[in-house]
T-cell receptor
Framework: EAGVAQSPRYKIIEKRQSVAFWCNPI?????LYWYQQILGQGPKLLIQFQNNGVVDDSQLPKDRFSAERLKGVDSTLKIQPAKLEDSAVYLC??????????????FGSGTRLTVV | QKEVEQDPGPLSVPEGAIVSLNCTYS??????FMWYRQYSRKGPELLMYTYSSGNKEDGRFTAQVDKSSKYISLFIRDSQPSDSATYLC?????????FGQGTELSVKP
């Protein structure tokens, strides 16, 4: 099966600009996740969707970050305005259900964001 | 206190060595324990998962869970240069997947 697709792979923006990332999960996967991975750290969950509804966005900085998953398939994550500390890799992952029987998620290769 | 603690390393070993990677956790709600491998500029990929206390073996890899001590380990036998990567422990409970910060492993030929 095709993997989780993300674009762009790399993005460099100036602080206070806006940026958007796109994710297309594995076909048939109902649950989609956005993670932020700062250099030298493990991924941190930003938001979790079940189909097109938000399950958990408790760690999403809502004053600047937004995400949507229209039609329950692909998803976009937006940052507006960006700060220097937003420099990180943004990983999208998907799983068949919240209680996926393989206990793990399939990750995309991520979008590496640099804010200067 | 972080929910999951992992020694970040980096760890450098010669080819053929036995590698031990460890994580501790504080949340008793965690039920599933996983190890992910992340190559440079790639997303994490699931390496192994366990549910209960005890050992699980897959080729050169052994995952160990001790729920009473809230401690998990990954052992790599006969390590190879291709094992060079960052290893992330992860724990799932309540629908959330929480990662450790990762241990960077380098296996020298």
């Amino acid at each position: 099966e095709a993997g989780v697709a993300q674009s762009p792979r790399y993005k460099i923006i100036e602080k206070r600009q806006s940026v958007a990332f796109w994710c297309n999960p594995i076909s048939g996967h109902a649950t989609l996740y956005w993670y932020q991975q700062i250099l030298g750290q493990g991924p941190k969950l930003l938001i979790q969707f079940q189909n097109n509804g938000v399950v958990d966005d408790s760690q999403l900085p809502k004053d600047r970050f937004s995400a949507e998953r229209l039609k329950g398939v692909d998803s976009t994550l937006k940052i507006q305005p960006a700060k220097l500390e937003d420099s990180a890799v943004y990983l999208c992952a998907s799983s068949r259900t919240i209680d996926s029987t393989n206990y793990g998620y399939t990750f995309g290769s991520g979008t590496r964001l640099t804010v200067v | 206190q972080k929910e999951v603690e992992q020694d970040p390393g980096p760890l450098s070993v010669p080819e053929g060595a036995i590698v031990s990677l460890n994580c501790t956790y504080s949340n008793s709600a965690f039920q599933y324990f996983m190890w992910y491998r992340q190559y440079s500029r790639k997303g994490p990929e699931l390496l192994m998962y366990t549910y209960s206390s005890g050992n699980k073996e897959d080729g050169r890899f052994t995952a160990q869970v001790d729920k009473s001590s809230k401690y998990i380990s990954l052992f790599i036998r006969d390590s190879q240069p291709s094992d060079s990567a960052t290893y992330l422990c992860a724990m799932r409970g309540g629908g959330k997947l929480i990662f450790g910060q990762g241990t960077e492993l380098s296996v020298k030929p």
